[in-house]
């Protein structure tokens, strides 16, 4: 799976010296991957916002621009090289 630009997302950023430059809510200290994380531990998105001090706004949107990237078209590439099928015995 390719990795999203996140740079396209309005509601995070990536500060240089800030959590090493992970992308977080903007204005915040909070990596984004806890979003993702903490859903796919079972967390509801009120426990987010509790957590993390984000808003539903901003989860919302980083969950939006996920979903989004996944309709996006993606390039497919050619295989390094063709093989013949006959020449795998």
Known sequence: MASLDWSQ???VESVPGKRSGAWVFRD???PVS???DNLEAGA??????DWF????EQVAAVLQFAA???DAPTAVQPPA????????R
């Open 9 to 11: 997302c309005p509601a």
């Open 28 to 30: 915040t200290r909070t």
């Open 34 to 36: 806890v979003v993702f």
């Open 44 to 49: 509801t998105v009120g426990e987010l916002m």
């Open 53 to 56: 001090q984000v808003t539903r």
């Open 68 to 70: 989004r990237s996944l």
């Open 81 to 88: 090289q063709m093989v013949d099928a006959h020449t795998l």
